[in-house]
């Protein structure tokens, strides 16, 4: 590795998220320089960020070290109605039409695979879930595998790779419209009417965005088990960062979810930054959002949908992976989920991740749900 001499390098050093404890700039000579950078009182990560000007070009890195990250203790409220706002929420969904309507696509299909958009009738007559479907074609009962997304607003092809290994997939969309249209659809909604979509409504917990989102995934798999291909017990969820919330907020709501993995989970700890340390994606409360959200309606609405407060429900065994330099998904947001799941729990940490994984971890979490299914 060749080292940079005459080089003008910006460091800081502090609680990940937060102001710097340290930082300077200076110009290393011999192309090393080595930060002494403290230590942490409380658990939680630390981390050195440092920007490096080479021709002219800004180059930057980071690393991030954890102290005492399995004592990470969530700040977010729960709320006391928590379990029966959420039942009560299902219930309401349960009284409302699946009315399935489904449509091959032949040009997606294979020899063993057979591949449908399909839409459902979701919270409230007229709304509709999107989704692609992928179901074996030879004769026989199947266990089924739910797909959630990350966030944004884009089309889905559909998981054939696992159907093709004897799994019904359904990967479905959050925004209640089709996911098989053209690109520029979605990139006109991302930057127009669906722009910030997680702060719609956060000031009424029976109005906001997340509502339809999470009793929707519900509603997929209400779909998935009347399947008549589906084997009427194993059923799993999967996701990562926005789907990594979801698949956990899934498992708890729906206790027909068997299995559940999670790639570094957000909606995690939102209220982290009123407590003066890293919150969850979107990062509802940071500095930046404070006069925005920083309401009594908004906080409460968040206990409701905080993902630390449906991990303390969850009941099946599940496998959730993370780095410690993910910038997106806080690790201390992470791990206040983490830590309060007393259900069977495997983690697998990479720490030199961000907001992005190894090929290790995806086909790690992957075997991990489709062994458990079989």
Not at 36 to 48: Q, Y
Not at 57 to 76: C, D, H
Request: proline fraction near 6%; aromatic fraction near 10%.
């Amino acid at each position: 590795m060749r080292k940079l001499r005459n080089t003008v390098v910006k460091y800081e050093v502090g609680p990940e998220k937060m102001e710097a404890i340290k930082k300077d700039s200076l110009a290393i000579a011999n192309g090393t320089l080595n930060v002494e950078g403290g230590t942490m009182k409380t658990p939680g990560f630390l981390r050195c960020t440092v920007t490096a000007m080479v021709n002219g070009k800004a180059y930057r890195g980071l690393a991030t070290a954890a102290f005492n990250p399995m004592q990470i203790e969530p700040t977010v409220e729960n709320p006391s109605d928590f379990n029966s706002y959420w039942n009560n929420a299902k219930a309401e969904l349960a009284a409302i039409p699946v009315d399935a309507r489904m449509t091959l696509l032949p040009e997606r299909c294979t020899e063993n695979v057979n591949v449908y958009h399909v839409n459902l009738q979701n919270y409230k007559v007229g709304t509709r879930l999107y989704g692609i479907l992928c179901v074996p074609k030879k004769e026989g009962k199947y266990p089924a595998l739910l797909q959630v997304p990350g966030a944004g607003i884009r089309p889905y092809s559909g998981d054939i790779a696992n159907a093709e290994k004897g799994v019904i997939t359904f990967q479905i969309g959050i925004h209640g419209i089709p996911v098989d249209m053209d690109a520029s659809v979605y990139n006109n909604l991302a930057a127009g009417a669906l722009a910030n979509y997680w702060n719609i409504n956060l000031d009424d917990k029976d109005r906001y965005y997340y509502k339809r989102v999470y009793v929707g995934c519900v509603r997929a798999n209400d779909f998935l088990t009347s399947l008549p291909q589906y084997d009427g017990k194993n059923l799993g969820v999967i996701g990562g960062s926005q789907g990594g919330a979801l698949s956990i907020v899934t498992a708890a709501l729906d206790s027909r979810v068997k299995f559940l993995a999670s790639y570094y989970p957000a909606l995690s700890d939102v209220t982290g930054y009123l407590k003066g340390r890293a919150g969850g994606w979107p990062h509802l409360f940071a500095k930046n959002n404070l006069s925005f959200n920083n309401t009594k309606e908004k906080i409460n609405t968040a206990g409701y949908y905080d993902v630390v407060n449906f991990a303390r429900q969850l009941k099946v065994p599940g496998i959730y992976t993370l780095g410690f330099n993910d910038e997106t998904c806080p690790p201390t947001s992470m791990f206040a989920a983490y830590n309060v799941i007393g259900a069977p729990k495997e983690l697998f940490i990479v720490p030199e991740t961000g907001h992005w994984t190894f090929p290790e971890q995806r086909e790690k979490l992957n075997a991990w749900i489709i062994n458990k299914l079989e």
